[in-house]
C-alpha cells in the first residue's frame, strides 16, 4: 500500500471550538504551480457553515452541539449568513437517502450556457501486464467535505483533490490489483468512498475503501491508514461470512453506508461465478474505530431464520451471491438502511434452488443498529433474468394522489423497468403491486415461478418484451433481415425465461434502470433518471468444463448461461430499433410519468456501412448506467454513457446545454460550492488508460 502526498503540499486537519460559533482554521500551505502561493497560517473566522454543522447532527461532517439559547443561535446566525459560501457533497449520493439533489443554484437557466470545463484530473493508469490487470471504466462519483473531494478510482486507489483547482493533494494505493483481474463483468471499477468522523480522535475525517474483500480505513488528513483500524487499517471481508470464501471472488464496487459508529457494506459477486459455496452476500456492520464486526445479515436465510423454507432441496446451504453490490441507502432519523439484493447464483437457470428464493431480488429494510429485518419485498421471485435490483433505494417524501398527509416513501427502480414505491417505515406499497401469470420455461428441470409484481404505478418506464413489430426499422430492407434473425429466437413479454435456442430479453443485462439511480426534486416530488432500451440473448446450455477452457473450474453448473448475449445481426446492428436511452421524469406525487426524452447518441452506429445512406434520428439514444444530478435551479444534469455533459429543463426534459467530452461520460455527476464561491459540476469521464475527472463551472461573460 503507497500513500503519494503532494511534495509541495500538506494539510493540516480542520478542527472545530466548541461551543465559540467561530472556528480555528489551521493553516494549508498550498503550492500551485512553483510552490509560489501561501496560505496565512492559523487564522481564526466565523463560519456559517461550520456553525450549521454543529447545530445539526450530521456523522459525515460534525457532532451536534445544542445552541446554548436561541437568542445566541439566531444572531449567530445573522452574523454568519455572509461568511464562507461553502457547499459540500458530503455523501456519495449527495445525502444519506440518496437524493442527488443539490440546493445549489448559481448554475442556472439563464447562465448555464457559460458552464465551462475548469480543470481536468487525470487517473494515469495502465495496463499491468505484470499481473494480468486492466483498469475499467471511470465511474466514481467524488465527495467533497472542507473544501477537498475524496474519490475512489478504477484501480481501487484514493485519491484527494483541492476542490477549487482540482491540484492533487494525496494519493493512496491498496494495490488491489495485486491479487489480478476481478471476475465480476465491469472488470476494475469501484464508484465511491465513504466518510466518517472519530468523534473520539478529536472529530478527525476518515474515509473508509471498500477494495476487493478489504475495508481501508484512512486518515483524510494524509491518505494513510489509520492503524488502530482492524489489523493495522484493514479488515479482511472475506472472512465472518456465513462460510469460507475464495477470497479473490469477493469484490465491491460501491460505497458503504456511514451510520452512527457504523460502517454497512454489501459486495459483488462475479455472475460467471456458478458453484456451490460461491461468495454470499450478506449484510454486515463494522465497528468504525475498531473495524470489529458489529453485526450480519444472512441474504440467503439459514435454519431458523425467516425465508429459509424459500430454498428447496437444501439450497440455502450452497448457493451463493444474493447480494448488494450497488450502493444502500440509510434513514439517519429511523435508524433504517435500505438493501437492494441481487439475483442468486447461477443467473439464468435456477434447476438447483427451486422455490421463490428469498431475500434474492427483493428490497430489504434493516434496523441499522442491530441487523434486524424490520420488512422485506422480493421484487421477482426465483430470478432467472440477472434482474438484480441495481439502483439505490431512493427515500423521499411525497403526498400521493393529492393525499393530506405526507408519505416518507422509498422508491426501487428496476432493470425490468418499474419503479416500486413503498412506505418506507412499514413497507406497504403505496400504489397497489399486482401478481401477474408470466411464462413458463422451456428448459427441462427448471420450474420458473408462475408469477412476478407488477406495480400499477408508476408505469413502466422502459419498453419490455420483444416482438417482431420490434423489429431495428430504419429501411424496410433493415428491418426484414432483422425480423428474420429474431424469428431464431423465442420471443415473448417480460419475464420470458432463458431457453435452449435463446430469448430475446428486454429490458435486457443492463435494465431498464442500473446502478446510477435516481435524482429527486424535493420540491416538486419529481424523481429523474436515465435508462437504457437494449435487448439481449439469454440462452442456456451445458458450459465448457474442458482443459482448453481456463475459467472451467468456476463453474460445477449442469447448465449456465451460455454464448453472446448481445442481440445484434449484421455485425453489430441492434436486433431492436431505437431510441437506445432515454432521460425520464416521474412524477411521484401522482404516479405518472412527466416526460421521457431520447437522450444521447452511437457516433459508432451511425458510421456502421449498413447505414451509409440512411436519414437517421436527431437522437439515437445511447444505452448507459450513469445517474444524474438534479438541483434547485431546476436543472438536470446528466452524461449517462454520452459523449457529452447534458443540462435539461426539469420541468420538460428539452436540453438547455451541452458540452461535449473527450472522453464518454461513465460517472453519476456532482455538484458542490467551493470555498472560493464557485459551483462546480463534476464527472467522472473515461475508463481505461484515458480516464478523467473533469470539473466544469461558470466562465467570465465574454470568456
Known sequence: MDVILDPCTTIVAFRSTFPVPSITVAARMRVVGSCAETATAEKTTTNSRAWNRMAHYNPVTRPMLKPITALVFAAALIALASESPEVDWPVYGGDQGGTKYSRLTDVNPSNVSRLKAAWEWKTGEKALPAHGTRPGNFQTTPLMIDNVLYFSTPYNRVVALNADTGAELWSFDPKA????????????????????????????????????????????????????????????????????????????????????DLIILGNGVGDRLVYRNDPPGDIRAFHARTGKQVWAFHTIPQPGEFGNDTWQADSWSFTGHTNAWPPMTLDAERGLVYVPLGTPSNDFFGGRRPGANLFAEALVCLDANTGVRRWHYQIVHHGLWDYDNPSPPNLVTIRPDGARRQVDAVVQLTKQGFAFVFDRTTGRPVWPIEERPVPSSDVEGEHAW???????????????????????????????????????????????????????????????????????????????????????????????????????????????????????????????????????????????????????????????PALKDVKLPAVLGVPGAPGVLATAAGLVFAGGGDAALHAVDAATGAEVWHAPLTRRANGTPMTYRSRAGRQFVVIATGGGEDAALVAFAISAPGS
Open 450 to 608: 408462475p408469477t412476478q409484481p407488477f406495480p400499477t404505478r408508476p408505469p413502466a418506464f422502459s419498453e419490455q418484451g420483444t416482438t417482431l413489430d420490434d423489429a431495428f426499422d430504419l429501411t424496410p430492407e433493415l428491418k426484414a433481415a432483422a425480423q428474420e434473425e429474431l424469428k431464431k429466437y423465442r420471443l415473448g413479454p417480460l419475464f420470458t425465461p432463458p431457453s435452449l435456442r435463446g430469448t430475446v430479453q428486454r429490458p435486457g443485462l443492463i435494465g431498464g434502470a442500473n446502478w446510477g439511480g435516481a435524482a429527486f426534486d424535493v420540491k416538486s416530488g419529481v424523481l429523474f433518471f436515465k435508462t437504457s432500451n437494449q435487448a439481449n440473448i439469454a440462452r442456456v446450455g451445458k458450459p465448457d468444463r474442458s482443459s482448453a477452457n481456463p475459467r472451467a473450474s468456476e463453474v460445477d453448473a449442469d447448465i449456465t448461461r451460455i454464448g453472446e448475449t448481445n442481440a445484434e445481426f449484421m455485425d453489430g446492428l441492434p436486433l431492436l430499433k431505437p431510441p437506445y436511452g432515454h432521460l425520464v421524469a416521474l412524477d411521484l406525487n401522482r404516479g405518472t410519468i412527466k416526460w421521457r426524452v431520447p437522450f444521447g447518441d452511437m457516433p459508432s452506429l451511425r458510421l456502421h
Open 177 to 260: 490489483y495485486e491479487d489480478g483481474q476481478p471476475p465480476n463483468g465491469t472488470g476494475f471499477v469501484h464508484r465511491g468512498v465513504a466518510a466518517w468522523r472519530d468523534g473520539a480522535a478529536g472529530n478527525k475525517l476518515r474515509i473508509f475503501m471498500n477494495s476487493r474483500y478489504r475495508l481501508f480505513c484512512l486518515d483524510a488528513a494524509t491518505g494513510q491508514v489509520v492503524d488502530s483500524f482492524g489489523a493495522h487499517g484493514i479488515v479482511d471481508l472475506s472472512e465472518g461470512l456465513v462460510w469460507a470464501i475464495n477470497r479473490t471472488h469477493y469484490t465491491n464496487t460501491s460505497p458503504p453506508v456511514v451510520y452512527k
